[in-house]
């Protein structure tokens, strides 16, 4: 039986992957730094704020961003998702449920960076808008932090997990193109759209929420 022929393609623009890099040593970062605690939620705190200016940032570039970047190309519907369950589901870029684990994540670290914004932990670290409200209510979010920070490990386990089944058993490369950003397959177009004037405009509003969420303005 002929094989299909493949195409290369471009897939993920240098910000989509700088962007995605970037959110993994950030995580990776808060995670160590909130385990070591004392000294350390300083860069605790700051790799927080770098997670509110990616995460904004990925919600703009979401919109005004490359093909396969943007949202409206990749968000599931009931019928994508059921094609893609029967194994009828034909595209390029992030799979149904593959964007449904996209759109979980930056979801749950937009809450979690937030929530961080208002905690304490009742000894010498504060987030850095937390005087902006009770202490009573800064307790709950600091309880809603702590459990968020569980169920972000949870969804990135679950993510890990499912790249190695992709790689591993469907013979997938779903690493490589987010390095590189080139993707071998079997029909498809390179992605455009996204120049210079869409990515400033993004780094922009990101550094404008990173400005609002230091709290610097409060000084």
Same mark, same amino acid.
């Given at each position: 039986?002929?094989?299909?022929?493949?195409?290369?393609? #471009? %897939?993920?623009?240098?910000?989509? #992957?700088?962007?995605?890099?970037?959110?993994?040593?950030?995580?990776?970062?808060?995670?160590?730094?909130?385990?070591?605690?004392?000294?350390?939620?300083?860069?605790?705190?700051?790799?927080?704020?770098?997670?509110?200016?990616?995460?904004?940032?990925?919600?703009?570039?979401?919109?005004? &961003?490359?093909?396969?970047?943007?949202? /409206?190309?990749?968000?599931?519907?009931?019928?994508? @998702?059921?094609?893609?369950?029967?194994?009828?589901?034909?595209?390029?870029?992030?799979?149904? %449920?593959?964007?449904?684990?996209?759109?979980?994540? /930056?979801?749950?670290?937009?809450?979690?960076?937030?929530? &961080?914004?208002?905690?304490?932990?009742?000894?010498?670290?504060?987030?850095?808008?937390?005087?902006?409200?009770?202490?009573? %209510?800064?307790?709950?979010?600091?309880?809603?932090?702590?459990?968020?920070?569980?169920?972000?490990?949870?969804?990135?386990?679950?993510?890990?997990?499912? @790249?190695?089944?992709?790689?591993?058993?469907?013979?997938?490369?779903?690493?490589?193109?987010?390095?590189?950003?080139?993707?071998?397959?079997?029909?498809?177009?390179?992605?455009?759209?996204?120049?210079?004037?869409?990515?400033?405009?993004?780094?922009?509003?990101?550094?404008?929420?990173?400005?609002?969420?230091?709290?610097?303005?409060?000084?």
């Amino acid at each position: 039986m002929p094989t299909t022929p493949l195409i290369r393609i #471009r %897939l993920w623009d240098l910000p989509t #992957r700088v962007f995605h890099w970037s959110l993994v040593a950030s995580v990776l970062t808060v995670f160590v730094t909130g385990q070591l605690g004392g000294s350390w939620m300083v860069i605790h705190a700051k790799a927080g704020l770098a997670i509110i200016g990616l995460v904004v940032f990925r919600l703009v570039w979401g919109v005004l &961003g490359s093909t396969y970047a943007r949202f /409206l190309n990749f968000v599931p519907t009931p019928a994508k @998702i059921k094609a893609y369950l029967k194994g009828q589901w034909h595209g390029v870029g992030h799979n149904p %449920l593959g964007a449904l684990s996209v759109l979980a994540l /930056l979801g749950l670290l937009a809450a979690q960076a937030t929530t &961080g914004l208002f905690s304490n932990d009742e000894i010498d670290f504060s987030g850095p808008l937390s005087d902006l409200i009770e202490t009573s %209510l800064s307790n709950r979010l600091t309880g809603i932090h702590v459990l968020l920070s569980n169920v972000l490990i949870g969804l990135v386990a679950l993510h890990l997990i499912a @790249i190695v089944f992709y790689v591993r058993f469907k013979k997938e490369k779903l690493v490589k193109p987010m390095v590189t950003g080139w993707k071998e397959v079997p029909s498809g177009v390179s992605a455009t759209q996204g120049g210079a004037l869409a990515f400033s405009v993004a780094v922009f509003i990101a550094a404008a929420a990173v400005y609002g969420a230091s709290g610097v303005h409060l000084l």
